[in-house]
């Protein structure tokens, strides 16, 4: 199982120019073609067809199985450890994307982002692939809101955070380097983005967080921590992701407030590669020792979706959406194999996602408002 390796995306002076990544439109991003097999078995099957990709809406009746025979069983191995998401007795949707507890209305007024790098959107991918700016564009179009200026779509290279908070109706709070510690203790990202001058006005909240809270459990391990201060890490981390996703779900919101927040994927395809990813390798991290920290960062994802069936929100499955999509995607012995030509849906950080990858999260996101 690899380890969820989160390198903090921290601001850079802007003294370069970025090679942008731009989306390629030319195929659905759900169609993983060439070779199938056995998910971490022989590659000895005939060609993937892309209907039989489990990413892909199974139907209209949501799965009424286990989780992993349901959703992954066509290119996960049953060696994958996968956290105890059954004992959280949550409702997966038909296109095991990601949860169903909320009935998202057609007539939201505003929408914000929340969280880390991820959310913001980060370089070498151009701004318009990034997940954020695809949802927005479609968002406004859908729900008649106003769209944003030009300006919010980016990110400052020397704060890491937005340009503009607020444009159109819609707002961003995320930045680059964000973790859980930012959303309501430490800094006030959740009450910037949801006032409670606004809070009249039907509101949907988009957050990614967690991932940097790893990489601060990786730094306190390669300095010397031991298991009990790095599991109190943990502990905090999950606490803190609970605490805001509570706040917002049980605040008095007039007009009405719906939560989808994502689980943290991982770039190795759950083969411990580390390696994989030469970014990884360059800065120090391919040799990194993850067993306990792995192990921690599963059992942190069965609590993100107890947290989303506590408090009624929606959780996407971000975490088994992109594992056969990382850095040993097409590799037919690791524990999440999608055919031979899976794409990589990870940029050369390790860590974000490629345009490919923001359009696979803009497509959960909207699955999931719209089951």
């Known amino acids: ?39 971490g078995g022989s590659d000895d099957s005939e060609t993937d067809d892309p209907d039989d990709d489990p990413l892909d809406d199974t139907g209209d009746e949501p799965p009424s199985g286990d989780i992993y025979s349901d959703c992954f069983a066509s290119f996960m191995s049953p060696d994958y450890p996968l956290p105890d998401y059954d004992q959280a007795g949550a409702r997966i949707g038909s296109h095991c994307l990601g949860t169903d507890h909320q009935d998202i209305p057609d007539d939201i007024e505003r929408v914000v982002f929340i969280g880390d790098s991820v959310t913001l959107g980060s370089p070498p991918t151009a701004s318009e692939a990034w997940y954020r700016n695809v949802l927005a564009e479609t968002l406004a179009e859908r729900y008649g809101l106003e769209k944003p200026e030009w300006l919010w779509q980016q990110a400052d290279l020397i704060s890491g955070k937005p340009y503009e908070t607020f444009s159109g109706d819609f707002g961003v709070c995320a930045k680059w380097g964000g973790r859980t510690d930012d959303l309501m203790r430490d800094n006030s990202q959740v009450l910037d983005c949801l006032p409670e001058s606004d809070r009249d006005l039907s509101t949907l909240v988009v957050m990614t967080s967690g991932g940097n809270d790893v990489f601060k459990a990786i730094q306190a391990q390669m300095e010397g921590a031991g298991e009990a201060e790095i599991e109190a890490k943990y502990e905090e981390w999950v606490e803190l992701m609970e605490g805001a996703v509570t706040w ?19 770039y190795s395809d759950g083969t411990m590669d580390l390696g994989s990813c030469p970014g990884a390798d360059m800065v120090g991290y391919g040799d990194v020792d993850s067993a306990f920290i792995d192990e921690l960062t599963r059992r942190a ?3 993100y979706l107890a947290l989303a069936v506590d408090t009624q929100t929606d959780m996407l499955l971000l975490r088994e959406g992109f594992c056969g999509h990382g850095y040993n995607a097409g590799d037919s012995s690791a524990p999440c194999y999608r055919g031979s030509s899976a794409a990589t849906w990870f940029d050369d950080t390790c860590i974000h996602p ?18």
Do not use: Q
């Not at 490629?354 to 996101?365: D, F, K, P, T, Y």
């Open 248 to 266: 917002i779900a049980g605040e008095d919101f007039p007009g009405g407030v719906y939560v989808i927040f994502a689980n943290v994927y991982e």
């Open 1 to 39: 199982m690899g380890l969820l390796l989160t390198l903090a995306c921290s601001p850079v002076e802007n003294t370069f120019e970025v090679a942008v990544d731009k989306p390629d439109r030319s195929s659905p991003i759900w169609e993983d073609t060439g070779d199938d097999g056995e998910p």
């Open 301 to 303: 994802m069965g609590d």
């Open 354 to 371: 490629n345009a490919s990858g923001h359009a696979a999260i803009a497509e959960m996101v909207l699955s999931v408002i719209d089951e």
